[in-house]
């Protein structure tokens, strides 16, 4: 997975633009991903997740992109607004390990008005 | 949605004591739960998966005596930090999994974390 250091990658992203994250993972055997994201002082929250069956998956606001080929997965968060302000997590799990989730990283976002 | 209730949220104690993290969920049954821990800027880290009525199987280099998990009901499992020192302090969060939701292999809900601070 990413390198764990002490500052988290930071994206920068003014108000109504579309914002990107992306999440490099390990495992090539994980077949299930998910979406996180943490306010301060807060509990993971789901936003959205994907099989490794599927390349794209949409929710409200948000895309979710899968390439297996590079182990590589995106959010996209149309018309970013204030309240995404936070940190996003992507995370990984393998079948024979369901529940396990290996988080990557993070990435800082800040929605500047 | 379902909801996993953590408690305390935030706990301060003194060097040498321990400290048990209780993680509830509300309205359905979990077999299995399981225990991350977050420093500050980093990532959730898995330190173990908390099974009903078995032993919890800790990650590597988690310490099973220092970190002691009962899950011993289906909506309860409890961590308790042992001999708790300035370095364990982290946030502790915790998932739990309902089985009932999601197809077969469940839907995974997590708590709001609690965090706790060694003198």
């Known amino acids: 997975g990413e390198s764990v250091g002490l500052h988290l990658p930071t994206l920068s992203v003014q108000e109504g633009d579309n914002s990107i994250i992306n999440c490099a993972y390990s495992n090539s055997a994980s077949d299930y991903f998910i979406w996180y994201k943490q306010e301060s002082g807060k509990g993971p929250q789901f936003i959205i997740d994907i099989r490794s069956n599927m390349d794209k998956r949409q929710g409200q606001r948000v895309t979710v992109l899968l390439n297996k080929t590079v182990k590589h997965l995106s959010l996209q968060i149309a018309a970013t607004q204030p309240g995404d302000s936070a940190v996003y997590f992507c995370a990984e799990n393998t079948p024979d390990s369901w529940g396990k989730f290996q988080f990557g990283a993070g990435t800082q976002v800040v929605v500047t008005p | 949605g379902a909801v996993v209730s953590q408690h305390p949220s935030w706990v301060i104690c003194k060097s040498g004591t321990s400290v048990k993290i209780e993680c509830r969920s509300l309205d359905f049954q979990a077999t299995t739960m399981f225990w991350y821990r977050q420093f500050p800027k980093q990532s959730l880290m898995l330190m173990a998966t908390?099974?009903?009525?078995?032993?919890?199987?800790?990650e590597q280099g988690v310490e099973k005596d220092k970190f002691l998990i009962n899950h011993a009901s289906l909506t309860l499992s409890t961590l308790t930090v042992t001999s708790a020192h300035p370095e364990d302090s982290s946030f502790y969060i915790c998932?739990?999994?309902?089985?009932?939701?999601?197809?077969?292999?469940?839907?995974?809900?997590f708590g709001e974390g609690s965090r706790l601070t060694v003198l």
């Open positions: 998932s739990a999994r309902d089985l009932l939701a999601g197809g077969h292999t469940g839907e995974l809900f």
């Open positions: 908390s099974n009903e009525g078995s032993k919890a199987t800790y």
